[in-house]
């Protein structure tokens, strides 16, 4: 077993050359939610329905082509995927700059979801690190991404301001390119290739059994959750406290910057060969319950705090998810595995989002807390049916 604590220079490369092709990818991809309902309006064609659909078609088309390009890396190599995804997805950012219309912008973002690499990209940071530091590389990422985001409510209508909606996805292309840079420049040239497979060795159980369809529900929640709660609090600090929305950055960085020691102490719980439950049980419970704190809140200062506790769970879940698939998944199908958990995030995306539309319509955001109260004691309660153990991965003799 690998007792080493400490990074190398290759995975130290290979994890910050990762967590920056993450983060100029995402950085992209986040600047537009905060805009597009806005400066989209007056496109010929527009109304509410398509701009619905303008601003889920990425997630859908991520949802539909996580798992084949995941399955895909396993039998060609994760780099390949990767450069061929990260081009779709500067083309789909040119087709929607170019967009006259909202049907343009909705072409555009059915090609940027096209170019669907987190599955690849989760693979090959995992086959770049050993076990004992593949937490520490998801954290990485996972930090990048919660940091593309914070930047990109704040950057995203500045530039629109200054550009318009062209220039965001005219941005968006430009950080893609940046993207396709680090991964023919940076990563290195002696990345693991994914080991091959044999024929016969493909089967449901060795992606669908053990332990491991708990963490694609764990997934679909954590995402699900999350975009229930943006459904709500932004509304919230508007309309309840009074907070203009052009100030919201500030909530938002303070308490994501608050949150980050405590999730880090929870990931270190959750990482090596380590039962993760003990960890996830924490993050999960800091997740819902922030949320039903923000949600609940009777003053602005309260929001921040339960804010802050749930970004805690999002910061630790989102490390310590995928490092624990990678464990438990077999090492010839972990791209396959990978891609499975990213669907059921895709779909958490698009399902929790229109859940929560529906239910928030029907009997407001009580009705959406005393939903996620529920799902938490269900997720809590699957997560301690068993252990965790890398049972599978045994089936390859790794």
């Not at 996580?66 to 995804?85: E, H, K, N």
């Not at 040119?94 to 690499?117: C, N, P």
């Not at 420049?185 to 089967?203: R, S």
């Not at 910061?315 to 059921?344: M, Q, Y």
Request: some cysteine.
């Amino acid at each position: 077993m690998d007792t080493q604590t400490t990074l190398t220079s290759g995975e130290r490369r290979a994890i910050l050359a990762l967590g920056s092709l993450y983060s100029f990818r995402m950085l992209g991809l986040f600047m537009v939610l905060p805009v597009l309902g806005i400066y989209a309006v007056d496109l010929p064609g527009a109304t509410p329905e398509k701009l619905g659909i303008a601003l889920g078609a990425y997630g859908l088309t991520q949802a539909c082509l996580q798992l084949p390009l995941g399955w895909l890396s396993d039998r060609i190599g994760r780099l390949p995927i990767v450069v061929a995804g990260l081009c779709l997805f500067i083309a789909g950012s040119l087709v929607a700059a170019g967009a006259e219309t909202i049907h343009g912008i909705i072409a555009g973002r059915f090609l940027q979801g096209a170019g669907a690499i987190a599955a690849a990209l989760t693979a090959l940071a995992a086959d770049s690190t050993r076990e004992s530091q593949r937490t520490k590389a998801m954290a990485v990422i996972g930090a990048s991404v919660g940091l593309s985001f914070v930047m990109a409510i704040v950057l995203g209508p500045v530039i629109a301001s200054s550009l318009g909606l062209q220039g965001v996805f005219l941005v968006t292309a430009a950080l893609g390119a940046v993207g396709l840079v680090i991964v023919l420049t940076v990563l290195p040239k002696n990345a693991p290739k994914a080991a091959a497979i044999a024929d016969g060795d493909w089967a449901a159980d060795h992606v669908f059994g053990g332990r491991l369809p708990v963490l694609y529900a764990s997934v679909f929640l954590l995402h699900g959750l999350m975009m229930a709660t943006f459904l709500i609090i932004p509304a919230t600090l508007v309309n309840t406290f009074d907070f203009a929305a052009s100030e919201h950055w500030k909530i938002y960085l303070l308490t994501v910057v608050l949150s980050i020691p405590p999730a880090l102490l929870i990931m270190r719980m959750g990482r090596g060969g380590e039962d993760p439950r003990s960890a996830l049980s924490l993050a999960i419970i800091a997740l819902v319950g922030g949320i039903l704190v923000a949600l609940l809140a009777p003053n602005l200062t309260t929001v921040g705090v339960g804010l802050c506790f749930m970004f805690v769970g999002i910061n630790a879940l989102e490390a310590i998810l995928p490092a624990t698939v990678t464990r438990v998944a077999p090492g010839r199908l972990r791209g396959t595995a990978l891609g499975i958990f990213a669907t059921c995030q895709f779909l958490g995306i698009f399902v929790g989002g229109a859940l929560a539309g529906f239910i928030l319509s029907a009997g407001g955001s009580q009705a959406v807390a005393g939903l996620a109260g529920f799902l938490a004691l269900a997720w809590l309660i699957a997560l301690w049916r068993r252990p965790f153990t890398p049972v599978i991965a045994a089936v390859f003799h790794e």
